[in-house]
């Protein structure tokens, strides 16, 4: 499945683009997949597009998802995290078949809501670790998606992540831990190939499951291969809790003392954080994954986004995996996470504007991945990863403010053309590079029949959660 799709040369005519002053209709041209003009009647080189009527934007970031929960979507009723995670962990593990199935999945649903790029922190088959990040790896190559796995690596089980109400001791490493840094090294070595758009990060899931040595394992990788960092950070309120009673300091804190904070790393969620941490995310210069559906979806709160903001933090937006979303439609992930946090502020000149949603949704998922000198704006010399918006669709009519009625509206099936290092992934709203009716004949295949009785809850969990979150015996 999948042809390659060489970078190509082509003008824009007549397209709306966005500047600081507003719209501006110009022509852009693209020279070998690199933007190399952009102004009023330029020459045409290469295929002349005709843009009128269309939106051109920067390719947006699905900066966190999880491509194998897609096998699990709409199936976990309403759960908090902790014991999401243990309905979640339930589900039989995956084939490599079925990874790459996913990963193809949640590929062309994050290209075809305006999605350029995406962050996998890649759920790993048990006893098929690399398979699994292969299988992945080969699927993002051909649809043709820029793809950052982040192996979603631990070396403790699931039974020391809930807090005990007790002081306890930091997280031991383990004849594991040398294993799984091992493994890691392997992908990277086979599969980091930034000329194809595929990266590989050191993706530890949190302090919660991960040892003071793997974590260091995992920075000192970055180092040596020049890589981005990614993992999970005070999604809830557990995990708050969690951190100090085994460190004595707070999540943040802790992750800065062992020099996993910098540039290059980023952190999905980030809810559950004061003052004081999120002034040591603006030092450092590590970048928040907001992903306001699942922290819903789970109740896990309302990040402080705006207080990121204030205090300088660069923050872009995830959908989550499709377990906790459920799908992978990152402009209603972006819709959500704009207008979500209104309450949480009367000063509404503190609110998101509608530009400052759109760079945080591209230039801030690039910056998180050290890319924001290559891609993530519409600027001359930057990789053209770039997404063109047919504004006559139905769902933006009446005529009024294209960027409003984008990250407002209800778009649907919206992308006319997109490109990902100026090769042509989607044209007319069709995939050039996936048979997208196969995909989907597949994935009916793949799960012939409907889950009718969902995985069972452990009540020894949920009496453990219940007892150190306070809320008694329940019924």
Known sequence: MGVVILSQTFTLRSVLVLSETGYQTQDVQ?????????????????????????????????????????????????????????????????????????????????????????????????????????????????????????????????????????????????????????????????????????????????????????????????????????????????????????????????????????????LAHGVWLDDADIDLLAMTGATVVHNPLSNLRLGSGIAPLLKYRRAGVNVTFGCDGSASNDGQDLLEAIKLGTMLHNPTDFEYRNWLSLQTAASMASLGGAKGLGLQEQIGSLTVGKQADLVLYDLSDWSMLPASDPLGLLLLGRPVNLVDRLWVGGRAILQDRQFKTVDLANLRQQLLQGRSSWVTTPPVLSQALEEQYRSVMGLGAGA
């Open 30 to 266: 693209v020279s070998e997949g690199i933007i190399a003009a952009i102004g009023a009647d330029l020459s045409v080189i290469g295929e002349s597009i005709d843009g009128r009527g269309k939106l051109l934007l920067p390719g947006f970031v699905n900066a966190h998802t999880h491509s194998p929960e897609m096998w699990c979507r709409g199936l976990i009723p309403p759960l908090p995290l902790e014991l999401w995670l243990g309905v979640l962990y339930q589900c039989p593990p995956l084939t490599p078949e079925q990874t790459y199935l996913a990963a193809l999945w949640t590929a062309a649903e994050t290209l075809l809501s305006g999605g350029t790029t995406l962050v996998d922190h890649l759920l790993l088959t048990p006893g098929q670790e690399l398979e699994t990040i292969a299988a992945a790896a080969q699927a993002y190559e051909e649809i043709g998606i820029r793809a950052c796995i982040a192996p979603l690596i631990q070396d403790h089980s699931m039974d020391v992540s809930i807090p005990t109400g007790q002081v306890s001791s930091q997280l031991p490493s383990t004849r594991q831990t040398r294993a799984v840094l091992e493994m890691m090294e392997t992908a990277i070595q086979r599969h980091h190939q930034p000329a194809k758009g595929i990266y590989i990060a050191p993706g530890p899931t949190g302090f919660q499951l991960c040892s003071e040595t793997l974590f260091r394992g995992c920075v000192e990788l970055s180092q040596r291969y020049d890589l981005c960092l990614h993992t999970h950070l005070l999604e809830t309120k557990a995990q708050q809790m969690l951190a100090y009673e085994r460190y004595g300091v707070s999540g943040v804190e802790y992750l800065n003392r062992i020099g996993f904070l910098g540039s290059k790393t980023s």
